[in-house]
Nanobody, 123 residues
């Protein structure tokens, strides 16, 4: 059974930084996209950042470009999301997703999801 486990969320002040981790087990995803999505209260789940594992291609939502960086560690089978210059608008539950079967930025195309980790940014 594939499992994705997120960690690294927490409470930070605006302008601060956090690094989220997503450890994958159960299979490899070398030929698939992995991504971070987030969902704030009353809002739809939205794409944050994605990475194509084998090619290290990345994509970012416009709202986080220049502030967030997605990366991966092949040896640890882990994807990271480095979040800098955090804003209160970034407050959400962040989810790791793996193995997109369609458009990488569409959450409905992903087969596997982590449990989510809360990120709260205070002003």
């Amino acid at each position: 059974q594939v499992q994705l486990v997120e960690s690294g969320g927490g409470l930070v002040q605006a302008g601060g930084s956090l690094r989220l981790s997503c450890a994958a087990s159960g299979r490899t995803f070398s030929n698939n996209w992995m991504a971070w999505f987030r969902q704030a209260p009353g809002k739809e789940r939205e794409f944050v950042a994605g990475i194509y594992w084998s090619a290290a291609m990345t994509s970012y939502a416009d709202s986080v470009k220049g502030r967030f960086t997605i990366s991966r560690d092949n040896a640890k089978n882990t994807v990271y999301l480095q979040m800098n210059s955090l804003k209160p608008e970034d407050t959400a539950v962040y989810y790791c997703a793996a193995a997109a079967t369609g458009l990488y930025s569409d959450y409905t195309t992903y087969n596997y999801w982590g449990q989510g980790t809360q990120v709260t940014v205070s002003s």
